[in-house]
């Protein structure tokens, strides 16, 4: 049984982008063996957690179809899924780990450790902790845990080397003698990483690890931990890093980097999966634009590559506009009606939104760009984006004409608009733009003829009256 996971920390505001990534290699992966996902909380790092930001992870995983198959919400066999509940867990295997001389207790200030690091930096040495505690007495360290010193709990990295094999990357062997002695346990009784994901990965059966190559630096430690326990070692795939367009780390001081604001901006769910499904791998087809279904079909792990793929929203934009131009007129509407409530707290006739679609079709790239193109259609402008107080004569004229307009269709308002443009000896670009804005206060609309009737006669009307 393949099973897949994901392990966030609630110390942002949200799920971060590059780990919707993960999460969506992890969820295809469990899918297509007809495995198991799960989504682990660890929420060890207690000054850096955030309120709120649990539920906004498990919010856009939702919100993207990620759905885990057991978690924090829906529980499963190997509850509790929240690390900070499983404290007993890592305690017992620590007292194992010591027992067995793979671990053993520090009791070095935070003072003397920063000496130390300072001194190694002088003489140009990898800073490293100098195993001054691994030569402790039995009775010392019982003395020392008598009078309550604080401590941590740090590995013993064996002599010799460890190879780590992973899906993506091969085989890649350290020597040892580079690893530093990792903290396991905090002073504060919470684990580090290093030891909560290990014994967690393995008491909840997980069998392929699937994640970004910045932990590919801490897996010879992981491995030593699952050969010090004696446990078989899971399937290792450390997926690329995704990259800005000038081939830096994602960074939210660069760009927007949590899930929730990319559906905020009103990019489809399944758009932002297709591209990211694109970031290291291709296609058999070479296709651009496919379903989920068909990744799940077509994907194979070995197939990703290790070098980092560019995130680059403009391409993302563009793709959403393709989504939205392969769907039907109803499912765009059901969307743009639910973006308008959900994000703008904004109650949009389904009605008359259905019938602007074909307007704005090939316009549109995100939802969010749907107000901006057609808010006119539903309310009076507020402003306009040319002065028109020298245009009465003409304005008043386009009145008297519209008047007279007995067919309300796009071709005959084009018809009868026109002659009020070769009365005025206008071009027709001059003259429509200055329709174009006193109807809908903007220069750059949908197609005029065809939004005036859909406005109807007496709106059009009574808007340009306004300017006479």
């Known amino acids: 049984m393949v099973r897949t996971r994901i392990a966030p920390s609630p110390t942002g505001s949200d799920l971060h982008i590059g780990n919707l990534y993960t999460a969506l290699i992890n969820w295809v992966w469990a899918r297509k063996n007809n495995g198991q996902f799960i989504v682990r909380i660890e929420d060890t790092d207690r000054t850096r957690l955030v309120e709120g930001s649990e539920k906004n992870i498990l919010n856009s995983l939702d919100s993207f179809g990620l759905t885990p198959d057991e978690g924090t919400r829906n529980g499963g066999p190997y509850a509790p899924y929240r690390?900070?509940?499983?404290?007993?867990?890592?305690?017992?295997?620590?007292?194992?780990?010591?027992?067995?001389?793979?671990?053993?207790?520090?009791?070095?200030?935070?003072?003397?450790?920063?000496?130390?690091?300072?001194?190694?930096?002088?003489?140009?040495?990898?800073?490293?902790?100098?195993?001054?505690?691994?030569?402790?007495?039995?009775?010392?360290?019982?003395?020392?845990?008598?009078?309550?010193?604080?401590?941590?709990?740090?590995?013993?990295?064996?002599?010799?080397?460890?190879?780590?094999?992973?899906?993506?990357?091969?085989?890649?062997?350290?020597?040892?003698?580079?690893?530093?002695?990792?903290?396991?346990?905090?002073?504060?009784?919470?684990?580090?990483?290093?030891?909560?994901?290990?014994?967690?990965?393995?008491?909840?059966?997980?069998?392929?690890?699937?994640?970004?190559?910045?932990?590919?630096?801490s897996t010879p430690k992981h491995v030593i931990l699952y050969k010090a326990f004696g446990w078989e070692l899971?399937?290792?795939?450390?997926?690329?890093?995704?990259?800005?367009?000038?081939?830096?780390?994602?960074?939210?001081?660069?760009?927007?980097?949590?899930?929730?604001?990319?559906?905020?901006?009103?990019?489809?769910?399944?758009?932002?999966?297709?591209?990211?499904?694109?970031?290291?791998?291709?296609?058999?087809?070479?296709?651009?634009?496919?379903?989920?279904?068909?990744?799940?079909?077509?994907?194979?792990?070995?197939?990703?590559?290790?070098?980092?793929?560019?995130?680059?929203?403009?391409?993302?934009?563009?793709?959403?506009?393709?989504?939205?131009?392969?769907?039907?007129?109803?499912?765009?509407?059901?969307?743009?009606?639910?973006?308008?409530?959900?994000?703008?707290?904004?109650?949009?006739?389904?009605i008359l939104v259905e019938k602007t679609i074909p307007l704005i079709r090939e316009r549109i790239k995100k939802l969010s760009d749907y107000w901006t193109l057609c808010s006119f259609f539903f309310q009076k402008p507020d402003s306009y984006e040319v002065n028109l107080t020298d245009k009465k004569e003409v304005l008043k004229d386009v009145t008297n004409e519209i008047d007279k307009v007995n067919t309300w269709n796009a071709t005959s308002i084009g018809t009868h608009m026109e002659k009020i443009a070769q009365k005025h000896?206008?071009?027709?670009?001059?003259?429509?733009?200055?329709?174009?804005?006193?109807?809908?206060?903007?220069?750059?609309?949908?197609p005029l003829n065809e939004s005036m009737e859909l406005l109807g006669k007496d709106v059009c009307s009574t808007r340009i009256k306004a300017f006479c």
């Not at 651009?288 to 070995?302: R, T, Y």
């Not at 071009?427 to 220069?443: D, E, I, P, Q, Y």
Request: one cysteine or more; charged letters at 25%; hydrophobic letters at 35%.
């Open 83 to 217: 690390q900070s509940e499983r404290l007993n867990i890592y305690h017992e295997y620590t007292k194992e780990l010591l027992a067995n001389k793979h671990a053993y207790y520090c009791f070095c200030t935070q003072e003397r450790l920063s000496i130390l690091r300072e001194q190694q930096q002088k003489e140009k040495k990898q800073p490293k902790y100098d195993r001054h505690c691994l030569s402790l007495t039995e009775r010392e360290i019982a003395e020392k845990l008598n009078n309550k010193i604080p401590y941590v709990v740090r590995l013993r990295v064996p002599e010799g080397e460890t190879t780590i094999t992973d899906v993506i990357r091969g085989s890649i062997t350290i020597q040892n003698n580079i690893l530093d002695d990792q903290v396991l346990l905090k002073s504060d009784g919470y684990p580090t990483y290093h030891l909560a994901v290990v014994i967690d990965d393995h008491l909840m059966k997980i069998t392929h690890i699937i994640r970004g190559e910045e932990w590919l630096s």
């Open 234 to 350: 899971p399937i290792f795939a450390h997926s690329p890093i995704l990259r800005n367009p000038d081939k830096s780390k994602l960074s939210k001081r660069k760009n927007p980097v949590w899930a929730s604001w990319y559906l905020a901006q009103g990019y489809l769910p399944e758009t932002v999966l297709n591209y990211f499904a694109l970031m290291g791998w291709s296609h058999p087809q070479q296709k651009e634009i496919f379903s989920l279904e068909e990744f799940i079909q077509v994907f194979e792990l070995k197939d990703l590559q290790p070098v980092g793929p560019v995130f680059d929203v403009t391409k993302l934009e563009w793709m959403n506009g393709m989504y939205i131009r392969t769907l039907k007129t109803e499912k765009v509407t059901i969307k743009i009606v639910e973006y308008e409530k959900k994000y703008n707290k904004r109650e949009v006739d389904p």
């Open 425 to 446: 000896g206008l071009s027709n670009s001059a003259f429509f733009m200055m329709l174009r804005v006193a109807v809908t206060g903007k220069k750059i609309s949908p």
